[in-house]
């Protein structure tokens, strides 16, 4: 919303200054965007030209001496045509920035003659687009003046950002009336006097659409005459923005943002018979005043005639019945519309006008006939002519709402100690109309206030107009104790993932929880459930089933910018349905090219590897663990979900039937599928299915007796079948005693011809830790044959020879 | 007798001057021995079964006791000074070996170690700030609360008091999922807001949460990403008001921008779920460029919007708005990280970009705490 200063002041008899305004409609809640204080245009003065030679050395150029008020005639080339001695206009000096064509002006020398200035155009002063000669003044205007102040220019622009609450701030009385309710000055101008008319209104109205039109006010005005508004209409209305059209048109759009009464007028000429307000027909066409057409549906809300559409009703006019120069007779009306109707029939046309920002907001509907009261005196000021009655439909008053307002309700909820007279008075200042006194008053709601509801929307009304300010911030209740703890279980394994898989060298990476539709497939997802109706870009279209896709995705961007070697990770939501169960708590991460955990790239000590299914393994391990998993509990199988290499990939289990995890390298199609490539492996936990610790763990550690006997090693190495796991050896070697051994190392993995088809070698270290004594050699010679009988009957593995 | 002593005289002499010559040769080769080989040559040349030496101390048993009470002294004199030069030598030759093994030893430490994993993993801006958020919020005695990101239209607007067609719903740019077989449509969370509802819900008050969340809007530019982070913060009991709300809000942006005071302006304004409804600037200096500088200057920036829950917001969350009270704010975390930490663009959040997760992310260890210093 826009106004100036000016405006501002027809309604608000005030000494305070602009700057003072300006902080004060901010702290009323009526925020201030920004201020033109015109101050661009204050070194333009008004100059005449004294004579004009023709430029010695250009045809097109004349040598101007010119007078500006101050000290002696000043030489200036000048190249508009109609640049002529005795012309008065509007002169910049050297130094002067010039806004129209983005330059600071300096002496210069235009084909060897000195010019020490320039006299402006219109477009040069950003007044207009006029641009084929400079400004031309009358005769008698001031020379040595201020240009913008002698031609009103200087009139300060206000921007307010306006909350959609405040319909009645969408015009400048409104916006008055607050300032004057807080203080900064004397609220004038309201009263509008009606304008007797003569005979009724030849054209009648029927509302067959009485929900979306709940009254319509009509009156003819005969014998206009249609020309350009007067200059300080145009100027209002082009400081705030608006293009002027004719006087007519020009009138509704100053209602529109003095009183915030958007206006209508028809050429009576063009209208045919009377007017319906009706729903629109399926399919029904009009071309409306920006001349494009629209076409409507039987949720658009319309006033017709014996043509058909006129108007896009509370939105926009429609061109057939405009009003021109050549309209002699006006009809002009102020209707009320359904503001959802409104908004609804604006976004599904797309069309933004002043119109539709009123109606949405909700129009003061005791200003209907009021608004066009005014409309009319000005039409007959600025255009002559002479009113019907004015007809009005449909209308049945305004009952106001009664608040009950118990005024210690300001005290209780804002903390601010206002008497209660002084709320009243303060609602009374804002048009609220408070009846009686005591501890909780019945307080009438003025007509152009539709957001008021309750007594929270009073307390509102009272704390912004005596000051938010004025409020001193009140500590809340101290501690009486030290903080419990306050992170629940999953708050603190989300944490405590993410710092752990940053410790082991990766980056968190933050990615969108909305991905391709084709990667979502690839990952187990696609659920038409689970996909936006408007995604904000196609490829942004469904919600990720898995952070994988989003972390391969990001690390292929990484090498294609060069930096191949990349590990990612991500701790967040993942998808599998719409409901709030159906959003997951999961980690996951990517290793792309050698980005291992012990180091990445060439180092003179030795290259890394490229990563591979155990990066990854490791990985899901340790964020599990930081998660709380109890890690030598879990099971690790081979294989995992089909985004997997199925021989390079694992599921991490807990008992048959807890899946906690998956991690391997990529299969190879879903690599292609996404247009990555490798090496790259990743891996993904369950954050969420880490079964709760206890509900009250005791926080004493198991008893550690620390054997005084010396630790011993012993190698094994067995002959298993290929297909054997080395986590079945190390279990059988463990089981062999439970309480001796109390390690089992995988140290070496060989396979060749000398095994035998499809046999391989797996070496382990025994860790044993005598309790009792120190063990006899043939106390190890049992403990050796009990560990190679147990392999042998669990892996049928053979001591190797 | 005379005869005797002038001839032990004669003889005592004569072996003096040998047993000179003999210690000034062995201690010239004793000097002269490059290596423990050599020098353990020259030891048994000398104190050896037959060595020079011990061949002379041996003689002693045969002289007179005249003559041996001259030469005992000067043989054991000689045996001590070799025995000594030996022992000298050899520390010398010993630490010459030492010092010349050390020497083929030496390496070029210029030489890069690896970097430790914990020195190039890093933890994102939104995660570190959400923990300075939880060590702020914690220390008042706020509980942390979450909830889907996948909303009813329910929880995401009619309980917050949106009416339905209100224009309020429309400047959300709302993400939406098909209509279910009902005809209802669920959304992407415009605002962390729902959390309210679910909680008020879920646990009687007194209620003090703050909730971190992903929220999603139709909007993408250099200030606004589809998808962003919002800090909502609720508290709800018999007596919280706009004055406590002041309060905890200014005692976050102080702890939060680490600076000893900052003046805020709450001003009036608009939210369908709060009545009173304020926004919340705070006094900052922008006038050095790329620099922000909080609790300075004469600029206002605004960070957050506030006000007392909405008596309707109440009501659907189950609770008497006669009875019960409170407050509720709202923030954008990637902007108030922006504005602590200074990133020029909000899209790069969200595209993993190495080179950006390492200038602007944070070390593993480096957990904010408010004993230790949010950012150190």
Known sequence: MKFTLSWLKDHLDTDASLDEICERLTMIGLEVESVDDKAGLKPFVIAKVLSAEKHPDADKLRVLMVDTGSGDPVQVVCGAPNARAGLVGAFAAPGTYVPGIDVTLSVGTIRGVESRGMMCSERELQLSDEHDGIIDLPGDAPVGTPFATWAKLDDPVIEINLTPNRPDATGVYGIARDLAAAGLGTLRGGAIDPVPGDGPCPVKVTIDARDLCPGFALRLVRGVRNGASPKWMQQRLLAIGLRPINALVDITNYVTFDRGRPLHVFDAAKVKGDLVVRRAEAGEKVLALDTREYELNPEVCVIADGNGVESIAGVMGGEHSGCDETTTDVLIESALWNPLNVARTGRELGIITDARYRFERGVDPEMMVPGLELATRL??????????????????????????????????????????AESLSILTRLGFEPKGTGDVVDVAVPSWRPDVDGKADLVEEVMRIHGVEKIAPQAM?????????????????????????????????????????????????????????????????????????????????????????VALFEVSGTYENDTPEGQRRVAAGVRRGTARMEGQGRHWAGNAASVGVFDAKADALAALEACGAPVDKLQVETGGPDWYHPGRSGTIKLGPKVVLGTFGEFHPKVLEALDVSGPLCGFEIYVDAVPEPKAKPTRTKPRLDLSPFQAVRRDFAFVVDRAVEAAQVTRAAQAADKK?????????????????EGKKSLAIEVAIQPVEHTLTDEDFEALATRIVENVGKQTGGVLRG | MHDETERDDETVTEQMTDLQTLETTLLAEIGA????????????????????????????????????????????????????????????????????????????????????????????????????????????????????????????????????????????????????????????????????????????????????????????????????????????????????????????????????????????????????????????????????????????????????????VLRFGGLDPDEYQGFAWGMGIDRIATLKYGMPDLRDYFSADVRWLSHYGFRPLDMPTLFGGLST
């Open chain 1, 740 to 756: 001796l051994i109390t390690g089992v190392r995988v140290f070496d993995i060989f396979e060749g011809a000398s095994l035998g």
């Open chain 2, 33 to 312: 021995a490059t290596d423990e080989a050599a020098l353990e040559a020259v030891r048994v040349s000398a104190l050896g079964k037959k060595g020079s030496v011990s061949e002379r101390l041996k003689m002693l048993g045969g002289m007179s006791p005249g003559e041996r009470q001259q030469m005992g002294p000067a043989i054991n004199g000689l045996k001590q000074r070799v025995t000594d030069a030996l022992s000298d030598r050899r520390a010398t030759l010993r630490d010459a070996a030492i010092a010349a093994r050390l020497e083929t030893e030496r390496v070029d430490v210029s030489l890069p170690v690896r970097q430790a994993p914990a020195e190039r993993g890093r933890i994102h801006p939104i995660s570190q700030v959400i923990d300075e958020i939880a060590a702020i919020f914690g220390d008042l005695g706020f509980d942390i609360a979450e909830g889907p990101d996948i909303e009813t239209d329910y929880y995401n607007f009619t309980a917050l008091n949106f009416p339905v067609g209100h224009p309020a719903r429309e400047m959300h740019d709302t993400f939406f999922f098909p209509p279910d077989a009902s005809g209802e449509r669920k959304v992407l969370r415009t605002h962390t807001s729902p959390v309210q509802i679910r909680t008020m819900e879920a646990k009687k008050p007194p209620i003090r949460i703050v909730i971190p969340g992903k929220t999603y809007r139709q909007d993408s530019d250099a200030t606004h990403s589809p998808m962003f982070h919002q800090l909502e913060g609720l508290v709800i009991d018999r007596t919280a008001n706009v004055a406590n709300m002041k309060w905890v809000l200014t005692e976050f942006c102080k702890a939060f921008f680490e600076v000893p005071s900052l003046n805020m302006r709450f001003r009036p304004s608009y939210f369908p779920f709060t009545e009173p409804s304020l926004e919340v600037d705070i006094q900052c200096d922008r006038s050095k460029p790329g620099e922000v500088r909080f609790g300075e200057g004469s600029d206002w920036m605004e960070i957050l919007g506030c006000g007392m829950v909405h008596p309707n």
């Open chain 1, 379 to 420: 039409v007959m000021e600025l255009c002559g002519g002479a009113p019907t009655e004015t007809e009005v439909v449909g209308y049945a008053g305004h009952e106001p709402k009664i608040v009950s307002f118990p005024t210690a309700e300001v005290a209780r909820l804002t903390g601010l100690d206002v008497p209660g």
């Open chain 1, 477 to 565: 209740t101290g501690h009486e104790a030290v903080n419990r703890k306050i992170l629940t279980v999953l708050q603190n394994r989300t944490r405590a993932a993410r710092r752990a898989l940053a410790v082991r060298g990766m980056m968190e990476a933050v990615t969108w929880s909305f991905i391709p539709a084709k990667h979502a497939e690839l990952f187990g997802g696609g659920a038409p459930e689970l996909k936006l109706s408007n995604p904000i870009a196609a490829d942004m279209s469904d919600m990720r089933p898995s952070l994988l896709p989003g972390l391969v995705a990001a690390a292929q961007r990484n090498a294609d910018r060069g930096f191949a070697d």
